[in-house]
């Protein structure tokens, strides 16, 4: 069964600093495209970033280009999304996101960040 | 990036009755080297993640009841749920990954009426 859980959510002051992980079991991780969505409270879904197996090519959105990284430990079957600089307006639940096999595209439960003073 | 306009924003809809979303991307999302649309629809429960319901634009994932289907081509895309059912109750995203960044409708909220 495939599963991902994300982790790292918190409470986090603005300009502060944060690393999410989405550990993922029941595929074969090292074969996919993976990627991070995310959904601010009471909104829709926002692209952030993905990245290829190996991590040989990523692809971004713009709006968070420059503060944010995404890489991935093939060996640990583990996502990373680096957060920094961060503001009040990314709060928001982020989704790790699998493409590809069954189901096409399979999304995690989610963790929540809170940017606030 | 690609925009993509979902219509209605909500919708009530009885019992049994048919429900109807529509789509529309500000370019097409078919490739002609495989005539796939790169359409995916989800549907989105309260506290939960999304579900994707159909991809290529018409095809049901395993395990969707088959009251759900997807249609259209190019720009113009349409999700109907054919006999409403209380577990539909949810929001419903289409979304285009034909280019990265991937991008969403705005949501369609479903209810009973």
């Known amino acids: 069964e495939v599963q991902l859980v994300e982790s790292g959510g918190a409470l986090v002051q603005p300009g502060g600093s944060l690393r999410l992980s989405c550990s993922a079991s029941?595929?074969?991780?090292?074969?996919?495209?993976m990627h991070w969505v995310r959904q601010a409270p009471g909104k829709g879904l926002e692209y952030l970033f993905g990245?290829?197996?190996?991590?040989?090519?990523?692809f971004y959105a713009g709006s968070v280009r420059g503060r944010f990284a995404i890489s991935r430990d093939d060996s640990k079957n583990t996502l990373y999304l680096q957060m920094s600089s961060l503001r009040t307006e990314d709060t928001a639940v982020y989704y790790c996101?699998?493409?590809?096999?069954?189901?096409?595209?399979?999304w995690g439960q989610g963790t929540l960040i809170t940017v606030s003073s | 990036d690609i925009m993509m306009t979902q219509s209605p924003d909500s919708l009530a809809v009885s019992l049994g009755e048919r429900a109807t979303i529509t789509c529309k991307s500000s370019?097409?999302?078919?490739?002609?080297?495989?005539?796939?649309?790169?359409i995916g629809w989800y549907q989105q429960k309260p506290g939960q993640p999304p579900k994707l319901l159909i991809y290529?634009?018409?095809i049901r994932e395993s395990g969707v009841p088959d009251r759900f289907s997807g249609s259209g081509s190019e720009t113009d895309f349409t999700l109907t749920i054919s006999s409403l059912q209380a577990e539909d109750v949810a929001v419903y995203y289409c979304?285009?990954?034909?280019?990265?960044?991937?991008?969403f409708g705005q949501g369609t909220k479903v209810e009973i009426k």
């Open positions: 979304q285009q990954y034909y280019y990265t960044p991937w991008t």
């Open positions: 370019q097409s999302v078919l490739y002609s080297s495989n005539n796939n649309n790169y």
């Open positions: 290529w634009a018409s």
């Open positions: 029941g595929f074969t991780f090292s074969s996919h495209n």
């Open positions: 990245i290829s197996p190996n991590g040989r090519d990523t």
């Open positions: 996101v699998k493409e590809g096999g069954t189901p096409t595209f399979y």
